[in-house]
Structures are given as C-alpha cells and as structure tokens.
Nanobody
Framework: QVQLTESGGGLVQNGGSLRLSCAASGSRFSVNAMGWFRQAPGKQRELVAAITSAGTPTYADSVKGRFTISREHAKDTVHLQMNRLKPEDTAVYYC??????????????WGQGTQVTVSS
C-alpha cells in the first residue's frame, strides 16, 4: 500500500503563486503515475495535472500555461507549481499515485488533501 504525504497549500491573493508537494512511501512498486486532483464545494473531483514515470505531463485545460508538475524519482515526490492563481482555483487538492494516468482516479492511492484558497 502506498502512503502519500502532502505539503503546501494555503491562502493566496488573486494572481499569486503556491507550490504543492507530495511524497510517496510504502509499497511504491505500483506507482507509475503521480498527480493532483482538486474538488471545489459542490463540484466533482477533477484531474489538475499528472505525470508519468517517464516524465510525460498531462494538464487540465483550465491550468495549462499556469501550473507546472514535476517529479523527483529518487524521492518519489511530485510537485505542483501553481502560478497566476485565480479564485476559481480554490479547492481541496488531493495527491494521487497509481499505475497509470488513465486509472489513477479509480484505483490509485490518495493523500489526505490540502486546501488552496485564492482570494479575489
């Protein structure tokens, strides 16, 4: 079983930046893809960004050009640099790790979530 420990998040003004980090521990042999999802009040959880072990990233259209995902393989850690944040980015952000980007939401492991709030 994979355990995910998240850090970062908080309150920032419109246009500001935040950096989220997530470290995987435990049975990491099943981890290929790592990434971030978010869930705003009253909305479904959605993929924000993910990255494969080969370093191939995927981004939601709403964050392209503003967010950058990166991965440190030696530490099994993934980072999400969020720039030019908007109030609509406000949500709980969840780290996820799984076999593939296509299946991670359904069968991957989840972190506890970290709140990101962007004030207008």
């Amino acid at each position: 079983q994979v355990q995910l420990t998240e850090s970062g998040g908080g309150l920032v003004q419109n246009g500001g930046s935040l950096r989220l980090s997530c470290a995987a521990s435990g049975s990491r042999f099943s981890v290929n893809a790592m990434g971030w999802f978010r869930q705003a009040p009253g909305k479904q959880r959605e993929l924000v960004a993910a990255i494969t072990s080969a370093g191939t990233p995927t981004y939601a259209d709403s964050v392209k050009g503003r967010f950058t995902i990166s991965r440190e393989h030696a530490k099994d850690t993934v980072h999400l640099q969020m720039n030019r944040l908007k109030p609509e980015d406000t949500a709980v952000y969840y780290c996820n790790a799984g076999l593939s980007i296509a299946t991670m939401a359904e069968i991957g492991s989840w972190g506890q979530g970290t709140q990101v709030t962007v004030s207008s």
